[in-house]
């Protein structure tokens, strides 16, 4: 048996790991290291590999399996809440791009209309694989930005096979209208069986697979759906990326979707590695370095024209420069699938050789930089806001879009109306606590006025806008926004307005800290540092710890690392105290330590059951337990004192023995 198909994994997998080690010492994105390690390994490098071929299967499997880890992450509804990105933003990206590159291409080069069109085609598609990974990675999906940048490259990847039919209109071979009206309705058949499917079928499969409690079965299904769907649209005449996409979305809707991307992951990383190392195997060195001028200025002109086109589109409907700017400079380069168009476009005329080496070249380089231009881009945009020609566009949009009025005091101010906004504004609403919310999307603020929220448009960024707000007034600011950058500089100005006012933050990593109270933020809450002490409180009290015991542990890690305000919620289910309650009714306890006010006192004098409406069924004392102790029964240092009743009334009894 022939092991040569090795050679070339192996080759891949050193190189690259080497590779991305050393740049991950100055701290450059893993995604750049993959494509060095693919100009370096390639045919046009040192020529590790001759034939690209040899991974084509394995990174078109990446691919697929990248954009299956994304569908996961997002809803049928979610989806649909996205029309307004997908089908205005995308197809006003797409044909714009296409009519500018077109008229410069017959205008300033002389050529042919046909050729023109195609060059607007293969220029208008953007890397969903390197955008989507670097949003996810930095957690930025679910951003006003994210969420832009998702709708226009779903619908540049719903154009692929229409736009590869335009293409052999173009060159008169193999196309004609008939053919293209056919796979757009493939298409909407296709949308429409994973709808249905996804609701009917998908939910009782794998439920009745998780009852196996085989785990091989599980990921062989899950890879089964994965592949399958993606196999069902390629041979339907749609992209294999597409069909994993939306296998993701069909797997989304179970409660099994978080499962599924654990096991999946381990492959994905490992796949999607090696389609990145497959494109940078294409970059022709040589080529770049005899033609260097003439590649920078297209590469140039590519960032310009198209971060210039999807900033005026995104303006026009969204009135936020910065959400304009980051969404441009996230979307510049040219895409993965570009190639295929390209490669098609050169098996059939439209390209001559030198063209195609040009565009390639051009195109790995737009891809290259992109890791690097999506992690320095806030710094980008902060540094244009100070220009006064974007100065004069914010307050264009102010005028028109802002009217914030707020003459409130010792209110909360909330930016960001996300899960963690929405949640707080409902709790501070239901116990009469005055607030103000400040969202950067226009159609949350616009469905929320409706429904009676005191929400407002605008930059938190904004000195201005925060004046609006009642900043000087304000007791209280909390950011929950998916922006490091932007959180920074809010709390930066806020402090400077108001040096009393109380600043909590959420963000997403430890290591973004330490900074943020640097720059006056009161108090910080890391997502990962939380999600750690919510699992080793539910581990204590699972153990039988009293719950005043742990509250104390969390309050002093927080002292001693990172403190915050949360309490998190403790599971009631217990095991170091086993009995037997009846529904609605939990059991809690309380260790009575030094000093407490509880010591010397009875049962009957400290009158629990009226007071916090708990009844004590046991009281612990070191190795002996006293079951229904008797009303005179008198509390010592040490014991803990066990109890029962519903969920506010062991709330109720924790704060009457701390003597709250």
């Keep these: 048996m022939d092991y040569n198909f090795l050679q070339p994994i192996l080759i891949i997998f050193g190189v690259s790991g080497l590779i991305i080690y050393l740049l991950g010492k100055i701290k450059i994105p893993s995604v750049v290291g993959f494509l ?10 040192m020529a590790f590999i001759k034939e690209p071929q040899d991974v084509e299967v394995i990174a078109e499997i990446g691919v697929m399996l990248l954009m299956f880890t994304i569908g996961i992450e997002f809803s049928i509804p979610r989806l649909m809440s996205l029309k307004k990105e997908v089908f205005l933003f995308g197809s006003l990206q797409v044909i714009t791009t296409i009519i500018v590159i ?14 023109s069109i195609f060059y607007g085609f293969i220029v208008a598609l953007s890397s969903t694989a390197i955008v989507m990974k670097l949003l996810f990675d930095r957690g930025e999906l679910n951003s006003p930005h994210g969420k832009v940048c998702l709708g226009i490259l779903l619908f540049q990847d719903l154009c692929v096979v229409p736009l590869m039919l335009f293409t052999q209109m173009l060159s008169g071979q193999n196309g004609n209208y008939y053919n293209f009206f056919i796979v757009i309705f493939k298409a909407l058949l296709i949308l429409s069986v994973v709808f249905i499917f996804s609701r009917a079928a998908v939910p009782y499969i794998l439920h009745e697979i998780v009852k196996t409690r085989s785990r091989e079965l599980f990921i062989i299904i899950i890879i089964f759906i994965c592949l399958g769907t993606a196999f069902f649209t390629y041979k339907l005449g749609l992209s294999l990326a597409l069909g994993a996409f939306l296998a993701g979305i069909v797997i989304s809707e179970s409660e099994y979707s978080a499962q599924a991307v654990s096991d999946i ?31 920078t200025i297209i590469v140039g002109n590519i960032f310009i024209l198209k971060s210039l086109i999807i900033v005026l589109i995104v303006y026009v409907f969204i009135h936020s420069i910065k959400l304009s700017l980051k969404s441009a400079l996230a979307l510049s380069q040219i895409g993965e699938f570009s190639f295929i168009l390209a490669f098609t476009g050169k098996s059939i005329g439209l390209l001559d050789e030198t063209a195609y080496q040009s565009f390639i070249s051009a195109s790995v380089v737009t891809m290259l930089v992109t890791p690097l231009i999506i992690r320095y881009s806030p710094y980008v945009i902060d540094y244009l ?16 879009k802002t009217d914030i009025i707020v003459k409130k005091s010792n209110h909360v101010i909330i930016i960001g109306f996300g899960l963690n906004g ?12 005055p607030y103000v919310i400040l969202e950067l999307n226009p159609d949350t603020v616009r469905k929320m006025k409706k429904k009676g929220e005191p929400i407002y448009y605008g930059d938190g960024t904004s ?8 900043i000087h007034r304000a007791k209280m600011l909390v950011i929950a926004i998916s922006d490091p950058l932007a959180t920074r500089k809010i709390v930066q100005i806020a402090k400077t307005e108001n040096p009393k006012i109380h600043i909590i933050v959420r963000t997403r990593f430890v290591t973004e800290i330490d900074e ?3 720059l006056g933020a009161n108090e910080v809450i890391p997502e990962e540092f939380e999600t750690s002490l919510e699992i080793f409180s539910r ?9 005043n015991k742990i509250v104390q542990m969390l309050e002093q890690i927080r002292v001693e690392g990172y403190e915050i305000l949360r309490i998190p919620e403790i599971y009631e289910t217990r095991t170091g105290l086993e009995c037997v309650i009846f529904e609605g009714l939990e059991m809690d306890s309380f260790e009575i330590e030094k000093n407490s006010w509880l010591i010397g006192k009875s049962i009957k004098s400290i009158d629990i059951r009226s007071k916090a409406g708990v009844t004590v069924i046991a009281v612990q004392r070191g190795e002996k337990t006293f079951l229904n102790p008797p009303a005179d029964f008198s509390l010592k240092e040490g014991d803990i004192i066990v109890y029962v009743g519903n969920k506010k009334q062991l709330i109720n009894a924790l704060n009457f023995f701390q003597g709250n």
């Design 385 to 400: 806001m100070q220009k006064n020609f974007f100065k004069n566009l914010e307050k264009i949009k102010r005028i028109k």
């Design 516 to 518: 943020l109270r640097k």
């Design 463 to 470: 000195p201005e806008i925060l004046h609006k707000l009642g």
């Design 36 to 45: 060095i390690a693919g100009a370096i390994i390639g045919p046009y490098g």
């Design 422 to 433: 929405r949640n707080l504004a409902r709790i501070l609403k239901e116990i009469n606590i």
């Design 102 to 115: 077109t008229l410069i291409s017959l205008l300033a080069f002389n050529i042919s209309l046909n050729i």
């Design 539 to 547: 581990v204590l009290h699972h153990f039988g710890i009293p719950r």
């Design 265 to 295: 992951l381990p492959f994905k990383e490992t796949f999607s590695g090696i389609f990145f190392i497959s494109v940078g195997m294409l970059l022709n060195i040589n080529y770049v370095k005899q033609h260097i001028v003439e590649e």
